[in-house]
């Protein structure tokens, strides 16, 4: 389960070094990708279409279009679909040997998962990415739970500041802000050229304060509830370090 920055390119590593490599190579994967709208998955299957189509001569393969969101190469009988979630019923009849949940937080029916779950072979391969979009919706808790160590889920991370492309130059004058003071005491990979980016980029957003969220320097600050909070944001962040999530929720009942 990866918690991630905006198009730090995760996708595409698992289309080509995962789905697509292992579906070239072993027959009979059957590899399913979900995206959480229409446009997302489309620009998912063109780009495995386009890599298919431009394989070196010694690697081109023959291709099948079993439908308008499922391809098939005829060489290994290897089958990758991508779709949207529901656009397709998978269940317990289903055989799915990788799965790639994208921007799982933003699934309007995250209740899907369940399916899928019950779909996959006995060795799967999955990997299950967003953005953050909020501390409490599923992708948060499933994230927080393999954090924690409490599942059989492995957490990957990735912060803005680890992107080498994230650079702009210095403006003359350049000063920290007290903000940019705590960032690089608490990041020893950050650098002013990092610090000039994110000042850039604030400037461009409509909603500055989405930052934390879209590129977040830290899994913590990731689902911090955005908005018009009446407490410090910063402050709620320190706090959120000293509390652990329930292990289960419910209600409880009283008899006579």
């Known amino acids: 389960v990866v918690l991630k920055y905006r198009k730090p390119g995760v996708s595409a590593w698992v289309q080509l070094t995962k789905i697509l490599s292992r579906s070239l190579r072993f027959k009979n994967i059957n590899s399913v990708v979900l995206s959480f709208d229409k446009d997302s998955s489309q620009k998912m299957l063109d780009r495995t279409l386009w890599t298919l189509d431009h394989l070196p001569k010694p690697f081109q393969v023959h291709l099948d279009r079993e439908s308008k969101n499922e391809v098939a190469i005829r060489e290994t009988n290897s089958k990758i679909y991508v779709g949207t979630p529901g656009s397709k019923a998978f269940g317990r009849g289903s055989d799915i040997d990788i799965l790639h949940a994208s921007e799982f937080g933003f699934w309007e029916n995250a209740a899907v998962m369940s399916g899928l779950m019950e779909a996959l072979t006995n060795h799967p391969f999955v990997v299950v990415e967003s953005t953050a979009n909020g501390p409490m919706n599923d992708f948060a808790k499933l994230y927080r739970k393999a954090a924690a160590g409490g599942s059989a889920w492995k ?56 930052f934390p969220q879209e590129y977040p320097a830290s899994a913590e600050e990731a689902f911090i509830v955005m908005g018009d909070c009446v407490f410090n944001l910063r402050a709620l962040s320190n706090y959120d370090k000293l509390v652990r999530y329930a292990d289960h929720t419910g209600y409880l009942s009283m008899q006579a």
Not at 171 to 186: M, Q, R, T, W
Not at 192 to 204: G, P
């Open 155 to 210: 957490s990957f991370f990735y912060p803005w500041w680890s992107d080498p492309s994230l650079e702009r130059e210095l403006p003359l004058y350049f000063v920290h802000s007290e903000e940019e003071k705590d960032l690089l005491v608490k990041y020893p990979k950050m650098t002013d050229r990092k610090l000039a980016w994110r000042r850039w980029k604030l400037s461009t957003m409509e909603r500055p304060e989405l």
